[in-house]
């Protein structure tokens, strides 16, 4: 079992900025990739950003490309999400993710609002 806990979330006007946290604890070998998903209200959760923990690959929805930028910290099993640039289409509860070769973790997750 992994246990994902996020931090970070918040309310902020356009333009602003936002980091996320998220740290890992439980049997972390099993995790291959470590990220971020987001749920708007009424639409499926989709990816913001991921990161693999061997190579550090990572894959960012086009709709954050150049304003968010994930990172993580091996050491201490988390992955961050510093997103600058908000806008109010980035509204949604951010979900961590763990994904192994054959598990999903969630995190509870977090509320983030960017008021136009």
């Known amino acids: 079992q992994v246990q994902l806990v996020e931090s970070g979330g918040g309310l902020v006007q356009a333009g602003g900025s936002l980091r996320l946290s998220c740290a890992a604890s439980?049997?972390?070998?099993?995790?291959?990739?470590m990220g971020w998903y987001r749920q708007a209200p009424g639409k499926q959760r989709e990816l913001v950003a991921v990161?693999?923990?061997?190579?550090?690959?990572?894959t960012y929805a086009d709709s954050v490309k150049g304003r968010f930028t994930i990172s993580r910290d091996n050491t201490k099993n988390a992955v961050f999400l510093q997103m600058n640039s908000l806008k109010p289409e980035d509204t949604a509860v951010y979900y961590c993710?763990?994904?192994?070769?054959?598990?999903?973790?969630w995190g509870q997750g977090t509320q983030v609002t960017v008021s136009s």
């Open positions: 439980g049997s972390i070998f099993s995790i291959n990739v």
């Open positions: 993710g763990a994904f192994g070769s054959l598990t999903t973790y």
């Open positions: 990161v693999t923990r061997g190579s550090g690959r990572i």
